[in-house]
């Protein structure tokens, strides 16, 4: 790898700049019309991004936090229920819960997929019987789904409701059919590093439900349903045109971008398959997008370390799980069976460089670094 370049983990930069001009256009349209809230470009990309999930309804929000929030709210969970989700999660997912009242209750991971795993869900709900559990929060980590089917086959059975945190999986599908329509909610995120990102803040949130839908339409901006009236206790978390021109431009192409990922992915999984590398699998019917590229290597730190040497960003998703956090430590509660296999795999992920406009032969330089770091190991 040159010296002369660092190699960055993610690079929403790059991403701009392939759309500059059409991006450009849109900012301009939205700054010309002089409306710059809830107005024509927040509609129409809530109707194509709806349309791309293969639902009937998105609500546009300031952020993926926010949409997890209004989601929750719009379910009826509040102070004394319960929602579990994971630990092995970015903290929003968490944070979440807490802010609209409720107890976060967390199970493990399976260690394959990073992702709940159905059997402790359904061990954790049993643990739990007569209690308020209300809803299951799976979270679609590094651009891999949950095992949906299952996790749906589970809530009906007891009558929970799902929010999906689509946070990392904007794209990916289980036998065809996207995350964002499996659950009765689904929350996204558009921060700049997603694989649907703008240019600052911002998040939605889906469903096929049309009376949610509208409690989300009327929580996002204080209960109103006429000007200043508010109909509900709500909140304001409203996705601006300017985003919203942005995403409408970026939608396009993302499914063009999560094949590029996924070339990227088979570059990696090529080169680095003879080394100890511990590499993401891809799940039986599963189309992954390759939010992150996720390794698993017992000598993580001396690896991270020799890759940031040689002009190689690499990040950790994420070091310290949730309930080991300060903030969180003896607030939540922990789910049958305990967190072994989370606290396991945040001692060995490492992140590799993946964005769509990463080159191919850039990712063939960063694997044979790491091959060239095992072989200098053996020798």
């Known amino acids: 790898m040159p010296t002369s370049s660092f190699l960055l983990p993610a690079d929403p930069k790059a991403n ?13 349209r939205v700054l010309d019309s002089g409306w710059y809230i809830l107005g024509q470009e927040v509609a129409v990309f809530e109707q194509e ?35 579990i989700t994971v630990s092995h999660t970015v903290v929003a997912t968490v944070a979440a819960i807490e802010l609209v009242g409720a107890m976060p209750v967390l199970v493990d991971i399976d260690p394959t997929t990073f ?34 089917p299952t996790i749906m086959e ?10 999906e945190d689509c946070a990392q999986s904007h794209g990916a599908a289980i036998k065809g059919r996207k995350t964002g329509a499996w659950g009765d909610l689904a929350a ?49 978390t409203r996705l601006d ?7 409408r431009v970026k939608l396009q192409y993302l499914d063009k971008e999560n094949a590029q990922r996924r070339e990227l992915a088979k ?7 003879a080394t100890p590398l511990v590499l993401p699998e891809v799940g039986q019917d599963v189309e992954s997008v390759y939010h992150q590229y996720v390794v698993k290597s017992a000598e993580r730190d001396a690896l991270k370390d020799f890759l940031k040497d040689n002009s190689v960003g690499t990040l950790i998703h994420y070091p310290v799980p949730v309930h080991r956090q300060p903030a969180y430590q003896n607030r939540v509660a922990i789910g049958r069976g305990g967190l072994q296999e989370t606290e396991n795999v945040v001692k060995e992920i490492l992140s590799l ?27």
């Open 16 to 28: 701009y700049l392939a759309h500059k001009e059409e991006i450009d256009q849109a900012i301009r």
């Open 49 to 83: 991004f709806a349309q791309y999930l293969g639902v009937s309804q998105a609500v546009g929000v300031g952020s993926g936090t926010d949409a997890l929030e209004i989601a929750l709210r719009a379910c009826g969970v509040g102070v004394g229920d319960a929602v």
């Open 115 to 148: 992702t709940l795993d159905p059997d402790r869900l359904e061990d954790t709900i049993a643990q739990h019987q007569g209690s308020r559990i209300k809803a299951i929060i799976p979270v679609h980590l590094y651009g891999h789904p949950a095992a949906m």
């Open 154 to 163: 589970i809530a009906r059975r007891h009558d929970l409701y799902v929010i």
């Open 188 to 236: 996204f995120s558009f921060y700049p590093t997603k694989n649907l990102g703008a240019l600052g803040d911002g998040g939605a949130v889906v469903t096929d439900n049309a009376e949610l839908a509208q409690k989300l339409r009327l929580l996002r901006e204080y209960g109103w349903q006429r000007r200043y009236i508010s109909e509900m206790p709500g909140m304001n």
């Open 241 to 247: 045109e300017i985003q919203a021109a942005v995403l």
């Open 267 to 273: 570059v990696y999984n090529s080169r680095l398959s």
């Open 353 to 379: 460089p993946m964005y769509p406009q990463m080159r191919s032969d850039q990712a063939q330089a960063v694997a044979d670094l790491i091959t060239s770091w095992y072989k200098q190991k053996c020798d």
